[in-house]
């Protein structure tokens, strides 16, 4: 009892609170992780699945994976997936960002309307952008073919040349209010009192933008960077419903690729080892995060 009531004593009843939320992190997140680690070093398939074999092999799946064409090619085509969509989808919404901080009217329902297309769920977004770049019957060859662009229908998502630009055209749509919402809320933290006084004294807008609104604003640059890259990254869904990672591999990303190891091609110790290289990605770049946020803290 004496030690219940030193624990209490020093405000740790908060660790308590806190105990539910790890016990269903450690159960459903920490539990899973591990096993997928364990099953990557083992050689578990189909075939020997129902016999209960698991035969320890060590590093030899991550040997394999990385010998096979399709998953470097799947590594190239994440880092193009990422890098251009958290390009586009920065500089869109910085764009729009600044647009809505000026004062006129119905900026603030205008930019709360951007929001939908980041609500609205992941395979609707992606069911329709397969539509509308639908060889046949989709919007987007019917507009071109209206105003003269092209005579014959393109080919958006079965030609491996295109198709990665089109899944990457619509990662960018649904990113777009993420980018906007986070850096109007960071504009929104920024006096005007600076604004002014940079004015008196001579600074023009694009002086006042590089050396008032891009400093001030570092911190949330880098949060909505970071968070980007590792949404964009482990991106899945959109992508397996719009092609499939297809045609001829060229859009599938590391995620889907894992997939494909595992439940179509049963697989089962090769797709966690590819799931297992993209944990490893995505942890050290969340560690960089991690401390960039503590330093920027400290400063």
């Known amino acids: 009892m004496k030690g219940l009531r030193k624990f209490f004593k020093y405000d740790n009843v908060g660790l308590l609170f806190a105990l539910p939320a790890f016990l269903y992190m450690l159960v459903f997140v920490g539990y899973p992780i591990l096993s997928n680690i364990v099953l990557s070093v083992q050689d578990v398939t189909v075939r020997n699945l129902a016999k209960g074999v698991k035969k320890f092999i060590g590093l030899q799946n991550y040997a394999v994976l990385f010998q096979d064409e399709v998953f470097r090619l799947t590594i190239v085509n994440t880092l193009k997936f990422t890098v ?6 920065f500089l869109i919404g910085f764009a729009l960002a600044v647009f809505f901080n000026q004062n006129f009217s119905l900026a603030k329902p205008i930019r709360g309307l951007l929001m939908i297309p980041w609500m609205i769920p992941m395979t609707i977004t992606a069911l329709i952008f397969k539509f509308m770049f639908s060889t046949d019957v989709g919007i987007i060859n019917y507009l071109l073919q209206s105003i003269g662009l092209i005579r014959e229908n393109i080919e958006w998502l079965t030609n491996p040349g295109i198709a990665l630009g089109c899944v990457i055209f619509a990662n960018v749509w649904i990113g777009i209010p993420f980018n906007t919402i986070l850096l109007s809320t960071g504009l929104t933290t920024i006096p005007q009192e600076l604004y002014e006084s940079a004015a008196i004294d001579g600074a023009n807008s694009i002086q006042r933008f590089f050396k008032i609104t891009l400093p001030l604003l570092r911190s949330t640059i880098e949060s909505v960077l970071v968070l980007g890259f590792i949404y964009t990254f482990k991106c899945y869904d959109l992508v397996y419903v719009m092609t499939s990672g297809g045609p001829v591999n060229s859009t599938h990303l590391m995620s889907t690729y894992s997939y494909k190891l595992s439940f179509e091609m049963f697989d089962y110790s ?15 770049v969340g560690a960089v995060y991690l401390k960039i946020t503590m330093k920027g803290e400290n400063d």
């Open 270 to 284: 090769k797709g966690s080892a590819a799931a297992n290289v993209l944990l490893v990605i995505l942890m050290i």
């Open 84 to 89: 251009y969509s958290l390009l586009f989808q």
